[in-house]
């Protein structure tokens, strides 16, 4: 009887141990199989690496372009009275250069004709000789000849009561001066440009203040993006109204100063020529009065 009681006691402690080792398995199956699914999932994510890498090592660089709202051409982009301010700034800008660069030129002309009349014309034998040995448009030409045509005959009967000393003078400072009228010529264009220019500017920097205020006010909020624009069209007006009339004040004053220079050679050319002309006017009419005698 003890015998069947162990025997019992003893299958039922087996089957005791089966169920709960079964239990605990069951239990530890779930867990173990998320831990393998990335081992077998990482075979196949190799791949897929090894395929990005090569692309990863050659960078392709792409340049982005980003428009400027408010830059110099924003200015071009406004409405007519800005389109007009520009023009005519552009307009004076271009004259005032065109002056300046001709006016350079013809001076170094005038500076050159007068080496070669010191040169030449002095070396002559009488003054139709040495005016001839100038150039055609020399101004030292136009006054030699001028003096020339003073001597020779006066036009018109009351012209011939006027003594021949102050008729020559006469003829000789009038050619001084319409060559000294044909060297200021521009230059009232750049005196007008170096005083204006910057009230136009002005005018450009006042009406991008007013679109400036139009715009936050339609706006209904003082936003940067709302004023940036009409704002920095304002002061580009006022910075290329000085552009052009900075230039043209200085080249103004340097070219009234280098007139000033030439026209120093000429009047004493022409003093020279008046003084030659009298005299040989003077020898002359001595030499028929003692003819005549």
């Known amino acids: 009887m003890k015998n069947r009681i162990s025997i019992t006691l003893t299958a039922l402690v087996a089957s005791l141990v089966m169920s709960a080792s079964a239990v605990c398995f069951a239990a530890d199956a779930p867990a173990a199989a998320p831990d393998a699914a990335p081992a077998a999932a990482a075979p196949a994510a190799a791949p897929a690496d090894a395929s990005v890498a090569p692309a990863s090592a050659t960078p392709v660089e792409t340049k982005e372009t980003v428009d400027n709202p408010y830059g110099l051409e924003a200015v071009w982009h406004g409405d007519f009275i800005s389109k007009g301010t520009l023009i005519i700034l552009s307009?004076?800008?271009?004259?005032?250069?065109?002056?300046?660069?001709?006016?350079?030129?013809?001076?170094?002309?005038?500076?050159?004709?007068?080496?070669?009349?010191k040169k030449s014309f002095w070396k002559a034998s009488s003054v139709q000789s040495g005016a001839s040995k100038l150039k055609e448009g020399s101004p030292f030409r136009y006054i030699a000849e001028s003096g020339i045509k003073a001597t020779q005959h006066q036009d018109g009967l009351l012209l011939e009561r006027i003594d021949l000393n102050e008729w020559v003078t006469m003829s000789i400072q009038r050619a001084v001066e319409k060559i000294q009228?044909?060297?200021?010529?521009?230059?009232?264009?750049?005196?007008?440009?170096?005083?204006?220019?910057?009230?136009?500017g002005l005018f450009g920097t006042v009406w991008g203040?007013?679109?400036?205020?139009?715009?936050?006010?339609?706006?209904?909020?003082?936003?940067?993006?709302?004023?940036?624009?009409p704002v920095g069209e304002a002061l580009i007006m006022t910075a290329f109204g000085l552009f052009v009339a900075v230039p043209a004040v200085l080249g103004y004053n340097f070219l009234v100063r280098r007139n000033k220079s030439s026209m120093e050679e000429v009047r004493a050319f022409s003093a020279d020529v008046h003084l030659v002309l009298i005299s040989g006017a003077m020898s002359t009419a001595g030499h028929e009065t003692k003819k005549s005698a």
């Open 209 to 229: 203040i007013y679109n400036a205020l139009t715009a936050i006010g339609i706006a209904g909020q003082a936003s940067i993006d709302k004023v940036a624009g």
């Open 91 to 117: 307009i004076m800008s271009m004259g005032s250069w065109y002056i300046l660069i001709t006016k350079l030129i013809d001076q170094f002309k005038l500076n050159t004709q007068a080496d070669e009349a």
């Open 181 to 200: 009228s044909r060297l200021q010529d521009g230059l009232a264009f750049l005196a007008t440009v170096g005083s204006t220019a910057p009230f136009i």
